[in-house]
């Protein structure tokens, strides 16, 4: 297709947001999304990369979409990208699923954001926009105060925790709040993603209200915004498939091919939320049909023998008159759906469908076992510390499963034996540094803190004081499990994922306790000056005192009470140090 050819095809296409496709031969050469269709495609006249130029070229038509939004134009997009795999466009390395928010089913049920629901709590979404599910969440909480902790620290607290005092939670942990109430306050929050945006908008904008009476102008900038997040969550820009109107049985299937092999996977929706996922592998000797011929053979032998739903979402016709025929007969609206939260079902679903089992890739592994993003930099944490002296911390950085000794820091802390107030230090330190733009390196996809759910807490806590947004998790020792803000992972003992996350944790360990040798062999050479300390004394010395800066602080009085220090030379320490 030359360029006047190209522009004359353009001229037909409406000012519409929308979807277009460069195809050849009937197959996708490229997918794009527009503000404009007849305008962005008119552009293509004059391509400035060779690769756009070649596919140019090679286009015999163009076929477009029309959409309501460019919200739906971008989700369509990805969507017709991962059906197609157009080979001019760059693929989209983003694989994850759309968050949920789940209220547990503890006795204070806790409010949280994640990708893989416990099975016995109550589940809202999947959403498209994880920031703005965040900005509501915290809106929630800070509205109705339901709680985001971890059972480990909510369980024998003698007082309330941060989150208490910053307005998020009314700690029901130390009976600041009672049951009864505290239901209320969470039944509000079901009605909130039930549809009812009054249920928190109107308490924001009367905050917004009196903030701006008091002239607190910055806080109700804040409340403004926020309230804007909120008004417009259930207008399609932060769900992606909850609709509690829709009290249709839905199943959505998405397919994946490999050589011989397939796999479908199955959302199964009611009420207008997702409420079952499960994948299935199939045998596909004859790979030609494609998609169409794997979802022909799977609906006929699927629902031969099981309860067939209201309605099938697929991303593309089966191609099957004697199937379409069926399911018509049995009253299954079979489609395949355009744009909109249908759409985003079809995607969902073939996202699940193209899991691997990533045997030979650990890093895609652990994504797989997090259900996150591929984590492509792992940073590690530990803390070396003798009775509290000398205390360091160190940060070590994984690119793709391998250590990059360039990303490595230290940090010197604060001298005290709380591994806890260590950990959460030296995490303070890293974050701040990332926030304000002082440390050179990307940010991580993930953090991993050696230590258990105490450490991880100490962990996150530093993380939601500075505003750094970075998931993390822990890797206790004792039995090797994995701890999550979700709960611990027990996963098995040759696990590729498990082993990335032992090297992490080891060399975390390693690095920070080599620097932690180092600092006191720095304090053996101060001594190893002064006259009449011999190794015995100098042992004693650090035994007593734990590092340079302990000795230096010490009165001449202390350093007598060291064995085989005596006035003359604890008075010689005293002025040399």
């Known amino acids: 297709m030359d360029g006047a050819e190209l522009r004359e095809r353009a001229a037909t296409l409406p000012h519409e947001p929308g979807v277009y496709q460069f195809l050849a031969d009937g197959t996708t050469l490229y997918v794009g999304k527009a503000v404009d269709l007849r305008d962005r495609v008119r552009s293509y006249a004059d391509p400035r990369g060779e690769r756009i130029r070649r596919m140019v070229r090679g286009a015999e038509a163009i076929d477009f979409a029309v959409t309501d939004t460019e919200t739906q134009a971008l989700l369509l997009e990805a969507n017709l990208i991962k059906r197609h795999q157009p080979r001019y466009n760059v693929r989209l390395k983003d694989d994850k699923s759309y968050p949920l928010v789940q209220l547990t089913n503890h006795e204070f049920p806790r409010i949280e954001i994640t990708r893989d629901p416990d099975p016995a709590a109550t589940a809202f979404g999947p959403f498209t926009d994880k920031g703005v599910v965040e900005v509501v969440v915290k809106a929630l909480r800070e509205v109705y105060g339901v709680r985001g902790c971890s059972d480990h620290k909510f369980s024998g607290r003698a007082r309330p925790c941060l989150d208490h005092d910053i307005g998020l939670c009314t700690a029901p942990c130390t009976g600041e709040i009672g049951r009864e109430a505290y239901i209320e306050d969470v039944e509000s929050v079901k009605r909130f993603f039930a549809g009812e945006t009054g249920v928190l908008a109107d308490p924001l904008r009367r905050r917004m209200e009196r903030a701006a009476q008091e002239q607190s102008f910055e806080r109700a900038a804040s409340l403004r915004d926020r309230l804007e997040a909120v008004e417009g969550f259930h207008e399609g820009r932060g769900e992606a498939v909850h609709d509690a109107n829709d009290a249709r049985r839905v199943d959505v299937l998405g397919v994946a091919t490999e050589g011989e092999r397939a796999v479908v996977a199955r959302l199964h929706a009611e009420g207008g939320q997702l409420v079952d996922r499960e994948r299935h592998h199939l045998s ?294």
């Open 284 to 577: 596909i000797p004859d790979a030609s049909d494609g998609h169409a011929g794997v979802l022909a053979a799977f609906v006929a032998q699927y629902y031969a023998e099981r309860e067939l739903p209201d309605a099938l979402l697929v991303p593309e016709d089966p191609a099957d008159d004697e199937l379409r025929e069926w399911l018509e007969g049995e009253g299954v609206d079979l489609r395949v759906p355009g744009a909109g939260r249908e759409a985003t079902l079809v995607d969902l679903a073939i996202k699940n469908a193209r899991r691997s089992d990533y045997s030979d890739d650990p890093v895609s592994a652990l994504a797989e076992a997090l259900s996150m993003d591929r984590p492509e930099r792992i940073e590690g944490f530990d803390v070396s510390h003798a009775q509290g002296r000398s205390v360091v911390g160190s940060n070590v950085l994984f690119v793709g499963g391998e250590a990059d000794t360039s990303g490595y820091r230290r940090k010197k802390l604060d001298e005290r034996n709380d591994d806890y107030a260590n950990m959460r230090a030296l995490v303070r330190w890293r974050a701040l540094r990332a926030v304000e733009g002082r440390d050179d390196r990307p940010d991580p996809d993930l953090l991993l803190v050696d230590g258990g759910e105490g450490q991880l807490d100490a962990a996150r806590e530093a993380l939601r004081e500075v505003g750094w947004d970075v998931p993390a998790i822990g890797l206790a020792k004792a039995e090797e499990l994995v701890v999550t803000p979700d709960g611990p992972l027990d996963w098995p003992s040759d696990a590729t994922h498990l082993h990335l996350l032992q090297r992490v944790r080891d060399e975390a360990h390693r690095f920070a306790v080599q620097y932690h040798q180092t600092l006191r062999d720095d304090v053996s050479t101060v001594l190893d000056d002064v006259p009449g300390v011999g190794p015995k004394t100098r042992t004693a010395l650090l035994r007593r005192f734990g590092s340079v800066e302990g000795i230096r602080k010490a009165s001449p009085a202390d350093l007598r009470s060291v064995e085989g220090v005596g006035e003359k030379t604890a008075r010689t320490i005293s002025e040399r140090l």
